[in-house]
């Protein structure tokens, strides 16, 4: 399964806007890539570069949509 390197901007918490950079059969390449993306942004670019792990582009890409719910914080753990 390939490494799927996405560019994401959200203009409003609705709306994800995905663009696949590339698809890379090695980890290795995937994370040099994503922080090659990273480094090349400017200071005020909202983006964030993501790297998924998936059968197919279309999974990614519902992987990325998917929202979590936020994990239960125990009275101790504040």
């Known amino acids: 399964m390939p490494y799927y390197v ?7 918490p609705m709306i ?3 663009d ?5 059969e090695v ?3 995937a994370r040099e890539l994503a922080r090659d993306l990273r ?5 005020g670019d909202k ?5 998924v792990f998936a059968a197919s582009q279309l999974e ?5 949509h998917e929202t979590r719910e ?3 914080l125990m009275e101790w753990e504040k």
């Open 39 to 43: 480094a090349k942004q400017e200071p």
């Open 6 to 12: 996405f560019k994401i901007t959200q203009p409003n």
């Open 47 to 51: 983006a964030i570069v993501k790297i």
């Open 70 to 72: 936020k994990p239960i």
């Open 60 to 64: 990614a890409e519902e992987n990325l």
């Open 20 to 24: 696949m950079q590339q698809a890379c």
């Open 16 to 18: 994800k806007n995905l």
């Open 27 to 29: 980890y290795k390449d």
